[in-house]
């Protein structure tokens, strides 16, 4: 089945926007950044997947490598299917500037909770997001406490948060 849509996908948007990805049981695709929102528009409204439901955005920091990747769920509950989606993003770990994607809220509305949490927790960015802000830590919380490279503070407001 993701050889087919991995044609299909390759027909209709061109070759290179996404790539079958080797990485065990389930079937994944790499997706090219700048096409993400377009290709799953396409994935959810295709007569013959459907897409239907986003069941979880997950961020996965490599680091030292100096890149995240962003993984998206998705089940086509009519058809049986299931899908993975991968953005890789490459980026240098600055706090000042966050490694980007698109938002897919405007495609599956669960993607706003899960964006919220990606860019709270690991600091990606989710461009054109309705209302990206945290959603677990307090909103003047510095840094992003999934990455591997992060270290608690002393303290916050006066609470020791380090044993």
């Not at 079958?20 to 013959?48: F, M, N, Y």
């Not at 680091?63 to 240098?92: K, M």
């Not at 830590?137 to 990455?147: A, H, K, Q, T």
């Amino acid at each position: 089945m993701i050889k087919q849509i991995g044609e299909e996908i390759d027909k209709v948007f061109g070759p290179g926007v996404a790539m079958l990805a080797d990485v065990g049981l389930q079937d994944t695709l790499i997706v090219a950044p700048s096409r993400l929102r377009e290709l799953c528009l396409w994935l959810r409204d295709h007569p013959k997947y459907y897409f239907d439901f986003l069941a979880n955005i997950t961020a996965v920091d490599y680091f030292p490598e100096g890149r995240f990747a962003v993984v998206y769920n998705l089940t086509s509950i009519p058809f049986q299917l299931q899908l993975t989606l991968r953005v890789e993003l490459a980026q240098d770990r600055s706090l000042e500037q966050l490694p980007e994607v698109p938002s897919v809220s405007m495609v599956w509305r669960t993607a706003d909770w899960h964006e919220r949490e990606a860019f709270d927790l690991m600091g990606i960015y989710f461009t054109d997001h309705p209302d990206l802000r945290r959603i677990l830590m307090p909103d003047d919380w510095e840094g992003f406490p999934l990455r591997k490279d992060y270290e608690d503070p002393e303290s916050y407001h006066g609470i020791p948060v380090k044993n």
